[in-house]
């Protein structure tokens, strides 16, 4: 059990640019969620995945975020055209459903834009 | 709307000493779990304790217990003999389960504990 891991850690990107993060989450688990956190704040849902199957988009996540989850093992989190209120800490977690409930974080993205 | 509120935004302990964080939360649903996350600085969240809403014991993990009060919807955690390493974020978090069943966290916005030696 390797853990939840994500890349970059860290992306400065100007503002109109297209950044794509990636998350692998712990090999059996089958939920895959991508959370953004603020400076000071909770983490918040944006959206999850079960296996391959988005199922839930939060309505934080505006038509300019994209996700996918190819073949249910890796994710991808991309924001089109950054906006200077997408600066933020992206989080990925997984978890075995509905084995468990918790979920467990990665590193997170720290995401700048200037 | 589901909600968790941590009310200490910053909280201090000396190294041993004993300290409790503070969180309530809002939810008309009946069956739910509660959490506590530690995100130490620059470092990932970990889990520190868990508890099921349906299980009137309250839930302990070496130096971490709970206080779960379900009437009052109140989660607060103990911390005990605190150590150095103590030091961080600490969030209160419960599952939601949406009309979609994808078992959400919501996070409170945390409480910030500096141990001091």
């Known amino acids: 059990d390797t853990g939840v891991s994500q890349n970059p850690r860290h992306k400065i990107t100007k503002r109109g640019q297209n950044v794509t993060f990636r998350c692998d989450p712990i090999?059996?688990?089958?939920?895959l969620y991508w959370y953004r956190q603020t400076l000071g704040q909770g983490p918040e849902f944006l959206t999850y995945?079960?296996?391959?199957?988005?199922?839930?988009k939060s309505r934080l996540l505006s038509d300019r975020f994209s996700a996918e989850r190819p073949k249910g093992s890796f994710s991808t989190l991309e924001i089109q055209r950054t906006e200077q209120g997408d600066s933020a800490m992206y989080l990925c977690?997984?978890?075995?459903?509905?084995?468990?409930?918790?979920?467990?974080f990665g590193p997170g993205t720290r995401l700048t834009v200037t | 709307a589901q909600t968790v509120t941590q009310s200490q935004p910053e909280m201090s302990v000396q190294e041993a000493e004993t300290v409790t964080l503070s969180c309530t939360y809002d939810?008309?649903?009946?069956?739910?779990?509660l959490f506590w996350y530690k995100q130490p600085p620059s470092r990932q969240m970990i889990l520190v304790i868990r508890?099921?809403?349906?299980?009137?014991q309250n839930a302990t993990e070496n130096r971490f217990s709970v206080n779960f009060q379900k009437a009052a919807k109140s989660f607060s955690l103990k911390i005990s003999d605190s150590q150095l390493g103590d030091t961080a974020m600490y969030f209160c978090?419960?599952?939601?389960?949406?009309?979609?069943?994808?078992?959400?966290?919501?996070f409170g916005k945390g409480t910030k504990l500096s141990v001091i030696p």
């Open positions: 977690a997984s978890s075995l459903f509905p084995l468990v409930y918790e979920q467990y």
């Open positions: 090999s059996e688990h089958n939920r």
């Open positions: 995945f079960q296996n391959e199957a988005q199922l839930e």
């Open positions: 939810t008309s649903e009946s069956n739910y779990y």
């Open positions: 508890q099921e809403a349906y299980k009137q």
């Open positions: 978090a419960f599952i939601t389960h949406s009309g979609a069943g994808s078992y959400q966290l919501t």
